[in-house]
């Protein structure tokens, strides 16, 4: 090294190192001096002692300007902390990178949002507190804070998140909005529970979801020890009126939210042309599809009066079990005993478990709670049990137990929750039948996946008010058992005014060749059979394949002509060629 001059040496020899005693060898570097081997990629240097490799075992490194590199490796298996404002280091446990911020607050890269505060009240912030937006300072746009109060609805859109360190009076500190404060006494709760804010203390949390106030869910236990951990997850919460398609002006007890111009407004009752209590009705109305319509007012569902009721021309006088009808001819409402066909039917009102007997008729008021009724032990051809909801089966469900008979074929008891409804069960010699009556639009449901035998459905010969139920007894037919749906004749929708987006099918013939066709069985039936696999189909063919709410895919088989179609016809032009070239 001569003057400030100096020489960098270099060797492609694998393994070469340089020389620091031997000044006449070769590969001598002499202090500051720098030695490349090109074949092993490393840069020597000495300190006139020993050689050293650059690169290799540096700590501490400072770079006093602009530093422009492709890329940084940290060491991700060092257990180390970013123990220093500024530092960076990589956190092993979260996989990602720690940045040590002011008073040992460190930040998650990535995963975390945090702000940087002052607390402007005379008291300090703990670690831990929920906390709210109060102002700003000056030009500097700092946020200042304070412990979040919620006992006021107006304060939720004000909430920041969890203080992440104690924050004294008038200094600067952070707030996690989105990720974990850890260092929290949490032993007062458990792990996964959601954390609300106080309606009742500033600046506290409480497991409760509060009643009144502000009702945001903003953290979850993590980890409920001494030095437990939370997921803060800021949600502020909206007041009604705030939502965008809420206008809401000078609101008063008692209004109602109606929907005017693609906008919820409020209004009052007289504003909608209703009164806030009904006092009396006496204009005549109209019995259509079981809804009885008093003039504008419409009763298709339960009425609770307050105070006493008067029909005019109300025929009789009412007993338990009674039903109130419609009379036609007089047009009056009239009270009747329900009857069961065949002969007169003893109703009784039944609240609690109850053995039936063939002929009853039961009103089952579950309105006190479920209960069971079970029907005969040892039925004969033609009993029958039938039974009126007397409270609100849709709300709690009344059970039919079969006493060791089917329902409908299936060894199941027989669960009714659909309210208002009458329910007339027959036995045929092998199964009690269920009948259903009730007004249209509601029915029955049993789930029947094992009768085999043949079923039929039934269609209406009207698409509203009364009409009268039909089947085919040939032409239409359902197999429960097998799933078999059989018919004369399918004929499916098909007219071009229906359509857009016509186009030809391309590459007919290609995708016809990576379908498979197979034989196989049927798991439940055995039934062996042959056709497709939905889910190769679908790799080809998608359009064809809908996958069920339960997960189980379909296959439009009847889509798939329009594909064949045009396959053979790629094949005959194929075909039609190679004859013109014989």
Known sequence: MAGNKFQIKRTSVSGRTPEVSNTSASGYIDTGELALNFTDKKLFSSDGSNYFEIGSNLTNIQVTGPAIVDSLQFNTTANVEANAQGQVVWNADEETLDLRTDNGSVLQLGQEVVYHVRNNTSNTILDGTPVMATGTIGNSSRITIAPMDGTSIDNAKYYLGIATEEIAADTDGKVTHFGKVRGIDLQ????????????????????????TGIKSPVVFVIANT????????????TKLRESHDVI??????????????????????????LSDTLDSVTSRGAVT?????????????????????TLSGLQSTATNGDVLTYNSSTDTMEL????????????????ANYTAATGDGIVADTSGGTFTVTLPAT??????????????????????????????????????????????????????????????????QADDNTTNATKYITWADATSGGY????????????????????????????????????TISN?????????????????????????????????????????????????????VGLLIESVKDLQKQVDELKEKN
Do not use: C
């Open 468 to 503: 009268d139920p039909k089947v085919s007894s040939t032409k239409l037919t359902f197999n429960p058992s097998t799933g078999t749906l059989s018919a004369t004749d399918f004929n499916s929708t098909s007219d071009i005014s229906l359509k857009e987006n016509i186009e």
């Open 289 to 309: 599809n079981n809804v009885i319509t008093v003039g504008g007012l419409v009763v298709n569902s339960n009425v609770t009066i307050g105070g006493s009721l």
């Open 336 to 351: 009747a005993t329900p009857s069961a066909g065949g002969g007169g039917t003893t109703w009784t009102v039944k609240t």
């Open 226 to 237: 001494s030095n437990g951990t939370l997921f803060s997850r800021a949600t502020s919460g």
């Open 248 to 273: 809401i002006t000078s609101p008063a007890n008692n209004e109602i939210l109606s929907y005017v111009n693609g906008v919820w407004i409020n209004q009052t009752a007289e504003e909608l042309g």
């Open 379 to 444: 039925p004969s051809a033609g009993d029958n049990v039938i039974i009126a909801d007397g409270g609100d089966w849709k709300v709690t469900n009344l059970t039919v137990a079969r006493n060791g008979s089917t329902i409908e074929g299936a060894a199941e008891n027989l669960t009714l929750d659909i309210g208002s409804i009458q329910v007339h069960l027959i036995y045929s010699g092998t199964t009690w039948e269920v009948y259903a009556f009730t007004g249209p639009g509601v029915s029955v």
């Open 508 to 560: 007919a013939s290609d995708k016809v060749s990576a379908l498979r066709g197979v034989n196989f069985n049927w798991k439940e039936t055995g039934d062996y059979t042959m056709g497709v696999v939905a889910q190769e189909v679908e790799e080809i063919i998608p359009e064809v394949v809908v996958e069920r709410e339960d997960g189980i895919k379909t296959v439009n088989y009847q889509a798939m």
């Open 188 to 211: 007062a709760y458990n792990e996964g529970d959601v954390l609300w804010i106080s309606n009742t203390t500033v600046g506290e949390l409480t497991s409760t979801m509060p009643t």
